[in-house]
């Protein structure tokens, strides 16, 4: 069950709180609001939120978290500026992943963006995108079609002792080899890619993120990190794994969740959990980050890839007098629970946040 509205606000008793025994431990740590991750989620937890309230205290993200942000933003404004009201509603749209849109002369179309966002996953450009859908059971992979495309083409096929009037003009070549580029721009989901191209753009290395197709497999880095935090072991990796619940965002820290088809994965600790299986040889875990560029007081702006086919920024509030996300964008929204009647009562006063009501359960902070 999610925690309740109140637990976003902290009681702290005077006085320290003892540890002496684990369980006891735990039962004040409860009333002096400090229970470390660590007890509130289990074995093979992350950082202690204490660690993380820490950090999100701080005045100032990192330089190369600003400047994660500011690429994340620039990459929103190159197409066409597409933004989510805080109710999740879509206030205007943008350019789609595989118009050929050029708002400025000289300007890169949205299709070969994401292109660009895939070379920071697959250094080589061969392999990603890979996904050409055609209607059968199994797609068709956009490597080996450029492969027949350029042996299809008139200089080729010349060279092999066939007519002039065979095979593929350069124009038709060209023509051919961008319909198969859009296709698979559509075709394979690239949200990660995107995260991993803004991750290259703040400069990070190899030691310092797990550039990826996949959320899970950043995010699974991230929660590591924490652990060997936690353990007292040294650690070159750039982000920790938060409780968004419990921890303040900041410019450049990544807020995730578990796609909608992930079910029950819709708390720190059950994300955790789903990652710390998955590094141990789990399935798959379909997820989905965007970039925190904006905290104000009342609430903060994030970018995400792959939103509505397009780069989207989303508007998100705090919760009244606070600076934690606002419970009613969690799945259940303004559902105030189980009561045993046939309808489910409403908040009063709660703001319904549409399409933005999402599992947000993992914020990965900048360490």
């Known amino acids: 069950m999610p925690m309740p509205f109140i637990s976003l606000h902290r009681t702290v008793l005077p006085g320290p709180c003892p540890r002496r025994r684990v369980v006891a431990a735990v039962l004040v ?5 400090a229970v470390d991750t660590a007890f509130a ?41 597409q933004t989510m009201d805080a109710e999740g509603r879509l206030l205007q749209a943008g350019d789609s992943e595989a118009e050929d849109t050029r708002r400025t002369i000289g300007a890169t179309p949205p299709w070969e963006r994401v292109l660009g966002y895939w070379r920071a996953v697959d250094l080589q450009d061969t392999r990603l995108p890979y996904l ?34 065979q095979g593929l003009a350069s124009s038709e070549q060209r023509a051919t080899a961008v319909a198969l580029n859009r296709v698979a ?27 990826s197709e996949a959320h899970a497999d950043y995010a699974g880095a991230a929660w590591q990190a924490g652990l060997d935090e936690a353990s007292g072991h040294a650690t070159s990796y750039a982000l920790r794994a938060c409780d968004p619940v419990q921890t303040p965002p900041r410019i450049g820290d990544l807020l995730c969740q578990a796609r909608a088809g992930s079910a ?34 009342t609430g903060f702006d994030t970018v995400g890839g792959n939103v509505l086919q397009s780069v989207t ?31 489910t009562p409403i908040v009063p006063g709660c703001v319904d946040r549409h399409m933005s009501r999402q599992p947000w359960s993992l914020l990965l902070q900048w360490r």
């Open 29 to 33: 740590a409860l009333l002096c609001g």
């Open 41 to 81: 989620a289990g074995p093979g937890s992350a950082a202690s939120a204490g660690s993380c309230l820490e950090t999100a205290r701080q005045a100032r993200a990192p330089s190369r978290a600003l400047a994660m942000a500011a690429a994340a933003r620039q990459e929103h404004n190159a197409f066409g500026g």
């Open 132 to 165: 050409v859908r055609f209607g059968a059971l199994r797609p068709a992979h956009r490597e080996l079609l450029l492969q027949a495309l350029n042996q299809a083409s008139a200089d080729h096929l010349q060279g092999l002792g066939v007519g002039p009037d």
């Open 185 to 211: 721009v559509i075709d394979t989901p690239w949200s990660a890619a995107f995260v991993s191209w803004l991750a290259r753009q703040a400069g990070l290395g190899a030691d310092e993120f797990a550039f």
């Open 264 to 297: 029950g994965i819709d708390s720190f600790a059950r994300i955790g959990e789903a990652l710390v299986a998955r590094r141990n040889g789990g399935a798959p875990l379909p997820m989905h980050c965007d970039v925190v560029v904006a905290v104000d007081a």
């Open 313 to 343: 920024r989303r508007r998100l509030d705090f919760a009244a007098g606070t600076t934690l996300l606002d419970p009613s964008y969690q799945p259940e929204g303004c559902a105030s629970g189980s009561t045993g009647l046939s309808s």
